[in-house]
């Protein structure tokens, strides 16, 4: 229950930000917020988990609601508290402006930090060793077997001053503070890795940049992630973030949750990399043998090739399509099957070998002092090799299960692309279609309580879509809708008169270009948001000559520089135009005069292109289920009230919207997204 004392620091908490925020103003969305997150995370609410799903629109003041409510709660239970974003941009707004200001005002102490994953930090016991000219005893390690493609000089140069700037201090080992990050195949090699680390029995440990930064992380009240690493953590094994059952977490922008969980929780290999993995391998193994005096391990390297060749020569005969081949409903064909069989068991023997010789290596090195230039690079290379055998076969056991067809399937295919030596590669995937298991399995029936929050969190005025993609049961948890704090009756929503539908692409592509010259107002801010590249610049290529001001186009400068330059000539009066896709219907925060009309030149409904969204799409039609209905609505939906959301950023905004698509007023579906919209005033043109 939330204790007097609770309510007390939460309480004092706002009242000293209302007192000391210069623009704070009065939510009675941020009053709710707060007291809901309190008795949620209380366990005020008898026989419900301890999870909120709150859609908080623009204006609400989330951040600092789920701040000031949740530390207090977090730090009198003794957890941890995790706040997740799903970008970098908030990431850097937490750290650099949210919660060192949420620190002035809270009535309880805590320490904050930022969590990345392993991969950004350098291994410096590696960073070392690839800067040694050459091992003590060429002859007893080959330094070729850590690299396709060994460092050139420049490189070599190259990391060798950043050996310089660590041990000076100069560097943190950090790959985001370096104002040039090196090649990624280089940074693979000296990067942290939970496969090739050695931890305490490092003689680098009390030094190593992950560490040090995980020994933060332990003593922060409140560790700042993103959906990525938490995500990536959590599937690995929680190595980085604390245990789930000492967290609670919040979830902000938790829209983009499902979509990050499904690339997460996805495999894949390709036959090249097969081959070199298994000559690695035997390179690794020949090596270590070399050195303990043991005879050689059998790695079979014609074998695994042979059935590579056969299996190359039945991908030749496949019909790919913009070079993928997906399997029917992810159940893969019966030849490709018989040889992923065959591969999953030689693989399979020579990773339970590898093992078998990795353990023995370690207990070799236990007894007998070698130089470290020989044992180390020996040490990251089985790392190495240990990490893709496992990753390969675990692919191609997925290639090989069948799934219960009482649930989506796993989504399975295969795609074609020519490498850098001509060499034709196959890569193979296998993702799932549905991974609300999964994160139930990790995060929600674990977790001392969790807050999912966004501006669009709902897709037609209800949860289901979200708690159908992220495993939330509706009568285990809570939601709360809150009502946005702006008036939206004084914004018009046009639905303009259009000839053409948008599925005929060439005359609408034609009637937009017209369209916008007649609309765009020249002296004011304009934002044109497409669903479709090609047809943004056909568009931008039709008018942009006869435009009597600046359009920037995205891709022609970074997201931010075209912010700037918009802003810039705002500033000075003068007119300007941005078209953009999907990156600028959400998180773009143009106020007051620097945006005045948004054009949406159609719905952004979700067309399954993508394998896993295919595979998706054909299971729910074979279980007489319509995935229009189910999916491709209700996101498409969420994804016009954000596009909107572009416009009204404060109370004093002002503007308009007008869509060039027709369907809202000639489908049957029209008349749901149009009701699911702020109340806007609905002008329909006729």
């Known amino acids: 229950?939330?204790?007097?004392?609770?309510?007390?620091?939460?309480?004092?908490?706002?009242?000293?930000?209302?007192?000391?925020?210069?623009?704070?103003?009065?939510?009675?969305?941020?009053?709710?917020?707060?007291?809901?997150?309190?008795?949620?995370?209380?366990?005020?609410?008898?026989?419900?988990?301890?999870?909120?799903?709150?859609?908080?629109?623009?204006?609400?003041?989330?951040?600092?609601?789920?701040?000031?409510?949740?530390?207090?709660?977090?730090?009198?239970?003794?957890?941890?508290?995790?706040?997740?974003?799903?970008n970098v941009a908030l990431q850097e707004q937490l750290l650099l402006k949210d919660i060192p200001e949420a620190q002035k005002y809270c009535q309880v102490d805590f320490e904050y930090a930022l969590a990345k994953g392993r991969s950004r930090y350098v291994c410096i016991r590696n960073l070392i060793n690839l800067c040694e000219e050459k091992s003590?005893?060429?002859?007893?390690?080959?330094?070729?077997?850590?690299?396709?493609?060994?460092?050139?000089?420049?490189?070599?140069?190259?990391?060798?001053?950043?050996?310089?700037?660590?041990?000076?201090?100069?560097?943190?080992?950090?790959?985001?503070?370096l104002m040039r990050a090196p090649d990624h195949s280089i940074?693979?090699?000296?990067?942290?890795?939970?496969?090739?680390?050695?931890?305490?029995?490092?003689?680098?440990?009390?030094?190593?940049?992950?560490?040090?930064?995980?020994?933060?992380?332990?003593?922060?009240?409140?560790?700042?992630?993103?959906?990525?690493?938490?995500?990536?953590?959590?599937?690995?094994?929680?190595?980085?973030?604390?245990?789930?059952?000492?967290?609670?977490?919040?979830?902000?922008?938790?829209?983009?949750?499902?979509?990050?969980?499904?690339?997460?929780?996805?495999?894949?290999?390709?036959?090249?990399?097969?081959?070199?993995?298994?000559?690695?391998?035997?390179g690794v193994s020949d090596q270590i043998c070399k050195i303990t005096q043991q005879d050689s391990t059998d790695v079979n390297i014609k074998q695994v090739d042979d059935y590579l060749s056969d299996l190359t020569t039945i991908l030749k005969t496949l019909d790919f399509d913009e070079e993928v081949y997906l399997f029917d409903k992810g159940v893969v064909d019966q030849p490709i099957k018989d040889i992923a069989k065959n591969l999953f068991i030689v693989i399979g023997n020579i990773q339970n070998k590898f093992s078998t010789l990795r353990e023995s290596w370690s207990d070799y090195l236990k007894i007998k002092v070698l130089d470290k230039s020989i044992s180390d690079p020996i040490n990251t290379a089985s790392g190495e090799c240990e990490q893709h055998l496992s990753g390969i076969v675990e692919l191609l056991s997925s290639f090989l299960k069948s799934d219960d067809n009482s649930q989506s399937p796993h989504s399975r295919w295969i795609e074609k692309n020519t490498l850098a030596n001509k060499k034709i590669n196959y890569s193979l995937f296998s993702a799932q279609t549905d991974v609300s298991d999964n994160l139930d399995a990790l995060i929600w029936s674990k977790a001392s309580g969790a807050i999912l929050t966004s501006a669009t969190l709902s897709s037609l005025g209800s949860f289901?879509?979200?708690?159908?993609?992220?495993?939330?049961?509706?009568?285990?948890?809570?939601?709360?809708?809150?009502?946005?704090?702006?008036?939206?009756?004084?914004?018009?929503?046009?639905?303009?008169?259009?000839?053409?539908?948008?599925?005929?692409?060439?005359?609408?592509?034609?009637?937009?270009?017209?369209?916008?010259?007649?609309?765009?107002?020249?002296?004011?801010?304009?934002?044109?948001?497409?669903?479709?590249?090609?047809?943004?610049?056909?568009?931008?290529?039709?008018?942009?000559?006869?435009?009597?001001?600046?359009?920037?186009?995205?891709?022609?400068?970074?997201?931010?520089?075209?912010?700037?330059?918009?802003?810039?000539?705002?500033?000075?009066?003068?007119?300007?135009v941005i078209f953009g896709l999907d990156s600028f219907a959400e998180?773009?925060?143009?106020?007051?005069?620097?945006?005045?009309?948004?054009?949406?030149?159609?719905?952004?409904?979700?067309?399954?292109?993508?394998?896993?969204?295919?595979?998706?799409?054909?299971?729910?039609?074979?279980?007489?289920?319509?995935?229009?209905?189910?999916?491709?609505?209700?996101?498409?939906?969420?994804?016009?009230?954000?596009?909107?959301?572009?416009?009204?950023?404060t109370e004093t905004d002002t503007g308009k919207i007008t869509i060039f698509d027709n369907r809202l007023v000639s489908k049957f579906y029209g008349k749901q997204l149009l009701a699911a919209l702020p109340n806007y005033n609905i002008v329909i043109e006729s």
Not at 146 to 170: A, R, V, W
């Open 1 to 86: 229950m939330l204790s007097d004392e609770l309510k007390a620091q939460i309480r004092d908490s706002f009242i000293k930000l209302k007192s000391d925020m210069s623009d704070f103003n009065v939510r009675p969305s941020q009053n709710k917020m707060i007291a809901e997150i309190s008795k949620t995370l209380c366990g005020d609410y008898k026989d419900s988990n301890k999870i909120l799903c709150v859609e908080a629109p623009t204006g609400t003041g989330k951040t600092f609601a789920y701040l000031l409510s949740s530390i207090p709660i977090a730090k009198a239970n003794k957890k941890k508290l995790i706040v997740s974003s799903a």
């Open 136 to 177: 003590a005893d060429s002859t007893l390690f080959d330094s070729d077997l850590l690299f396709d493609e060994p460092p050139g000089k420049y490189q070599l140069e190259e990391m060798g001053e950043l050996l310089e700037d660590y041990s000076t201090k100069k560097w943190n080992g950090e790959i985001d503070d």
């Open 187 to 282: 940074w693979q090699k000296i990067n942290c890795n939970r496969f090739t680390c050695t931890a305490k029995s490092c003689e680098f440990y009390q030094d190593c940049a992950f560490f040090k930064a995980r020994k933060q992380i332990t003593k922060a009240d409140v560790i700042i992630a993103n959906h990525d690493l938490v995500l990536a953590d959590l599937a690995t094994g929680n190595t980085v973030l604390p245990d789930v059952d000492e967290s609670i977490f919040i979830f902000d922008e938790a829209h983009h949750l499902s979509a990050k969980a499904l690339s997460h929780f996805s495999l894949s290999t390709g036959t090249e990399f097969i081959k070199t993995s298994i000559r690695q391998a035997k």
């Open 464 to 576: 289901d879509r979200l708690n159908k993609q992220l495993g939330l049961k509706k009568s285990e948890n809570q939601y709360l809708r809150l009502p946005s704090p702006f008036v939206f009756d004084q914004v018009d929503f046009i639905v303009a008169k259009f000839k053409a539908n948008p599925t005929q692409v060439f005359d609408h592509t034609k009637e937009v270009a017209s369209q916008l010259l007649k609309r765009i107002d020249t002296q004011q801010g304009t934002l044109v948001l497409f669903a479709s590249n090609k047809q943004m610049q056909m568009v931008a290529d039709m008018i942009e000559k006869k435009l009597d001001c600046s359009l920037f186009i995205q891709g022609e400068y970074p997201k931010k520089t075209i912010l700037e330059k918009h802003t810039n000539l705002r500033k000075n009066n003068k007119g300007s």
């Open 587 to 649: 998180g773009v925060d143009l106020k007051g005069d620097n945006l005045t009309h948004v054009v949406i030149v159609k719905l952004r409904f979700s067309v399954p292109t993508s394998p896993i969204d295919k595979t998706l799409s054909d299971y729910l039609q074979s279980q007489n289920r319509n995935p229009f209905m189910e999916i491709s609505l209700p996101d498409a939906s969420l994804r016009l009230i954000q596009a909107c959301g572009r416009l009204i950023r």
